[in-house]
């Protein structure tokens, strides 16, 4: 069965920092696609960047980059020069199944960010 | 261009009653799935729709049921009230067969609390 593992439930950074929030993955398939969402306190999920199982790369989007390492099924997610604004919950999810179908995403227990000035 | 929208964004229900949740997809998507957040937890998934038949199902008893109309919205049944229902209660809509990311949208959630 999928599980999705993050260890870290808070973690204060300085602004402008880098931040590494972890994320583990285990899965039996081969064909599979990794998410992470940020929840701020409004409460509605934000998708922030995706990386498929067979991207030799890893992703970036902006401030965001996936630290994807297939033989630890790690999918790390890095935040640069952090601000105020990062500061929320952050969730690691992952998709059996590499195309959009009837695959369920299913989500970790997340990591909650805060951010000092 | 709508996104994912909820309603109602609150609601207080009391132990043994029914509740009735509702979403409209983002415009071009036609696959609705619904998550329970409990306080501090991670979204869990309860079950998804697509052309209006259950297609994938969370471990959730059959106190939680749902549909899907044909224009892709979706409601979310929950009977017999719980006081462990209390959560918050979150749609996500997808388009099947947008290329390999295919991420859900979410809205805002429902805020059920059970007294």
């Known amino acids: 069965a999928q599980k999705i593992t993050q260890t870290q439930p808070g973690m204060f950074v300085q602004e402008k920092e880098a931040v590494t929030l972890d994320c583990t993955y285990d899965?039996?398939?081969?064909?599979?696609?990794l998410f992470w969402y940020k929840q701020p306190s409004s409460g509605e999920m934000i998708f922030l960047i995706y990386q498929g199982s067979y991207d030799e790369q890893n992703a970036t989007e902006g401030r965001y980059s996936l630290n994807f390492q297939k033989a630890r099924k790690s999918a790390n997610l890095v935040i640069s020069a952090s601000q105020l604004g990062d500061s929320a919950m952050y969730f690691c999810?992952?998709?059996?199944?590499?195309?959009?179908?009837?695959?369920?995403?299913?989500f970790g227990s997340g990591t909650r960010l805060s951010i000092r000035p | 261009d709508a996104g994912v929208t909820q309603s109602p964004t609150h609601l207080i229900k009391t132990r043994g009653q029914q509740v009735t949740l509702r979403c409209s997809p983002k415009?071009?998507?036609?696959?609705v799935s619904w998550y329970q957040q409990a306080l501090g937890q991670g979204p869990q998934f309860i079950f998804q729709?697509?052309?209006?038949?259950?297609?994938q199902r969370g471990n959730f008893p059959d106190r939680f049921s749902g549909h899907q109309f044909p224009n892709y919205s979706s409601e979310l049944n929950v009977n017999a009230l719980l006081l462990g229902d209390s959560a918050l209660y979150l749609c996500a809509s997808s388009s099947r067969g947008r290329g390999p990311t295919g991420e859900l949208f979410f809205g805002e959630g429902s805020r059920l609390t059970v007294l």
């Open positions: 729709y697509y052309e209006e038949e259950e297609r």
């Open positions: 999810a992952m998709r059996e199944g590499i195309y959009s179908s009837a695959s369920k995403i299913i």
């Open positions: 899965t039996s398939d081969q064909s599979y696609g």
């Open positions: 415009s071009g998507h036609d696959t």
